[in-house]
């Protein structure tokens, strides 16, 4: 299956709202509510941020919230600050060929 | 709480079949949960390799399905993960995650641990 399309880079000034955006088809970010995301910083294991379009795990900052309309979800961190530079990944279930996961082309964000 | 930990060769000769195991200490890999791999080649992204739940039922990734084997060892609470026919294309970070039963998505992850394919 291919990768779920999310623009390579994002940057935004500390205290700014930066949106990344995450792109797929009704075989999996549009037609289930199984989108999740991930924080990676250089040299460590992915982090989950956000899970099942909008919830975030016990310790995810409130800075942190996600969303969906159609084939395309979004990951909103408000009040930007220099701990959140890292790359974030995005993640589907997704129904065509088997049963499986299909994850984002990633983003890399800047903080100014 | 519950860590995973990965292990293995950290180089592997081409055409020859990548091994690895994670280790899954403080808690029970009979628990309702999916045990899954997941690559990161240098530099780049993420990719699913597949998955398995402590009964042996697996899923994997379409385009990597033929060569791939995971499986579970729950006297050693732990479970593995073999790819064969490697390439230089196989070298890559590999995760070992937990996913919930029911849900999809990752909420426990290993360190990983680099396997270069070279000869």
């Known amino acids: 299956q291919s990768a779920l399309t999310q623009p390579a880079s994002v940057s935004g000034s500390p205290g700014q709202s930066i949106t990344i955006s995450c792109t797929g088809t009704s075989s999996d970010v549009g037609g289930y509510n199984y989108v999740s995301w991930y924080q990676q910083r250089p040299g460590k294991a992915p982090k989950l941020m956000i899970y099942?379009?909008?919830n975030r795990p016990s310790g995810v900052s409130n800075r942190f919230s996600g969303s969906k309309s159609g084939n395309t979800a979004s990951l909103t961190i408000s009040g930007l600050r220099a701990e959140d530079e890292a790359d974030y990944y995005c993640s589907s279930y997704t129904s065509t060929s088997t049963l499986s996961y299909v994850f984002g082309t990633g983003t890399g964000v800047t903080v100014l | 709480q519950v860590q995973l930990q990965e292990s293995g060769p950290g180089l592997v000769k081409p055409s020859g079949t990548l091994s690895l195991t994670c280790a899954v200490s403080g808690g029970s890999i009979s628990s309702s949960n999916w045990w899954s791999w997941v690559r990161q080649p240098p530099g780049k992204g993420l990719e699913w390799i597949g998955e398995i739940y402590h009964s042996g039922s697996t899923n994997y990734n379409p385009s990597l399905k033929s060569r791939v084997t995971i499986s579970v060892d729950k006297s050693k609470n732990q479970f593995s993960l073999k790819l064969s026919s490697v390439t230089a294309a196989d070298t890559a970070v590999y995760y070992c995650?937990?996913?919930?039963?029911?849900?999809?998505?990752?909420?426990?992850w290993g360190r990983g641990t680099l396997v270069t394919v070279s000869s």
């Open positions: 995650a937990r996913g919930l039963r029911g849900h999809w998505y990752f909420d426990l």
């Open positions: 099942e379009v909008n």
